[in-house]
């Protein structure tokens, strides 16, 4: 945990958002949210999409992949 505070904390003070990659658990979620990660993405949030697919869902009102931050 320290080392990923440690990185977010250097990409904000350098002016950067953070991306975190592969979260997997509620628990892994909301540490990065409290530690100010800006955004996260994985199966947990929504999975893969084919790209026949992605035409249809973005001409819905709604996507089913919620982004965390």
Do not use: W
Not at 12 to 39: F, K, P, Y
Not at 44 to 59: A, C, M, N, Q
Request: a negative charge; proline letters at 3%.
């Amino acid at each position: 945990m320290s080392l990923v505070s440690t990185i977010i904390s250097l990409a904000h003070n350098l002016g950067l958002g953070v991306i975190a990659e592969g979260v997997e658990t509620d628990e892994q979620s909301r540490m990065l949210r409290l530690r100010r990660c800006n955004q996260a993405q994985s199966y947990f949030y929504g999975r893969s999409v084919p790209d026949h697919e992605i035409e249809k869902l973005l001409t819905n009102d709604h996507l089913p992949i919620t982004v965390g931050g």
